[in-house]
């Protein structure tokens, strides 16, 4: 705790949430929201600035753009989504904007914010119930301390789900695999210019695979195409295990 503390004091970062423009200066941190990242021109700029760039999905972002609302008509796979596309990007980092600050936009008497119950009021912002609220006060419960939301595993599952990934391209170049085109046949069934394009049960079976392809790859049998790890398996009379 001292040490972040000691990082927020001596340290401010420039963290800019607009899209990439030579007109802002002194930028530490590109960070605009992942549909951002679909422009091609763009995504080379961010490459070129020589400079961190992250997500951000904001309370703006819906279905089936990755987001971590409550009424996401699939908020387990948008959240858990998010990871694979990050990954797919080179995206280093994620902004979520408040966790805790539970308080509603309110248009009475002039725009501000007014304390609310966020058990019985879901929505900050109009539109995204949900959305700046991952952790619940548990004193209403007697719990000292606070609750956590179920998004926030699903967030959690998406950062491990980035790390194996990140496995799989390492495990390859260790070998001098060109690690280039499995990861391409994988993001290509996850999401469409950042827009989530499969059921759960798709994702579930694509993730299997990727383990797969990670065991694989440490025996020596190496693939272009995430989905050779279906026939293969078979042939192998399922020789991996599947996890969830």
Known sequence: KKEIATTIRE???????????????????WCPVYKGYTIPEK????????KPYWGYSCNAQMYPFP?????????????????????????????????????????????????????????KYPGSNGDG?????????????????????YIRDAVQDYDLLWMLENTYQERGIDSQPI?????????????????????????????DAVLYAKDGKFFENISAIDNESKNQGGQYGKCS
């Open 183 to 211: 990861p391409k046949s994988i993001y290509e069934k996850i999401h469409q210019n950042s827009q989530v394009t499969l059921s759960s049960e798709e994702f579930f079976a694509i993730k299997n695979n990727v383990i």
């Open 11 to 29: 340290k401010t970062y420039n963290l800019v949430t607009s899209s990439y423009t030579e007109k802002i200066t002194g930028v530490d941190i």
């Open 67 to 123: 987001n971590w609302h409550i009424d996401d008509m699939n908020s387990f796979l948008s959240a858990r989504a998010k990871g694979w596309i990050m990954k797919d990007y080179s995206v280093s980092g994620n902004l979520y904007y408040e966790t805790v600050l539970f308080e509603q936009l309110s248009y009475k008497n002039g725009l501000h914010l007014e304390p609310t119950d966020p058990y019985v009021n879901p929505t």
């Open 133 to 153: 609220y991952l952790f619940y006060p548990g004193i209403k419960y007697g719990i000292r301390g606070p609750v956590v939301c179920n998004r926030l595993s």
């Open 43 to 50: 995504m080379e700029k961010y490459k070129e600035s020589g």
